[in-house]
């Protein structure tokens, strides 16, 4: 059973490495999405055979946190992003080192209040660790080899025939 636990603690240390690179790479924060994929929905109308177009697909707005934020707030929910996932890795690995990689169980290591005290506190100390880190790996490798994702605008050119 010990070595069960010790294989999901690495498997959700690998997902969260994974979701940093997935974040990096691929969130376009101007837009409030994921350029890989769009999550938003628009309800479709069958086509009656009337030619009449009472409801366009799409014209009500679409509810995003772009909507809502402004645009000089989108680095913060990406920060945001990057403490939720320092924070679960720390709470994982100090778990771990708070059992001894998981020979005490876990109603004898929270039986005392002190341990889960210290297991908060430096949770939470290590989860700002790791989120400044992966901000400044961000800033320095993916913000300059990535332009698409740098709040860009999308434009269109008006051609005049």
């Given at each position: 059973m010990r070595v069960i636990k010790i294989i999901f603690a690495c498997l959700g240390i690998l997902i969260s490495i994974g979701t940093f690179y997935i974040v990096s790479n691929y969130y376009d924060s101007t837009n409030d999405r994921f350029s890989f994929i769009d999550l938003n929905v628009v309800e479709v109308k069958k086509d009656t055979g009337d030619n009449t177009?009472?409801?366009v697909v799409g014209d009500r707005p679409k509810i995003t946190f772009s909507n809502?934020?402004?645009?000089k707030y989108k680095y913060y929910q990406m920060a945001g992003i990057f403490f939720v996932n320092?924070?679960?890795v720390s709470l994982i690995i100090i778990w771990m080192l708070q059992t001894r990689f998981y020979?005490?169980?876990?109603s004898e290591n929270i039986e005392d209040i002190d341990n889960l005290i210290v297991l908060f506190m430096t949770a939470i100390t290590l989860g700002l660790i790791l989120?400044?880190?992966q901000i400044v790996i961000f800033n320095r490798v993916y913000?300059?080899?990535n332009t698409k994702?740098?709040?860009s605008i999308n434009t269109k050119e008006v051609v005049k025939n």
């Open positions: 177009q009472d409801e809502v934020y402004s645009l320092g924070f679960l020979k005490i169980s876990a989120a400044m880190t913000r300059t080899t994702n740098i709040n």
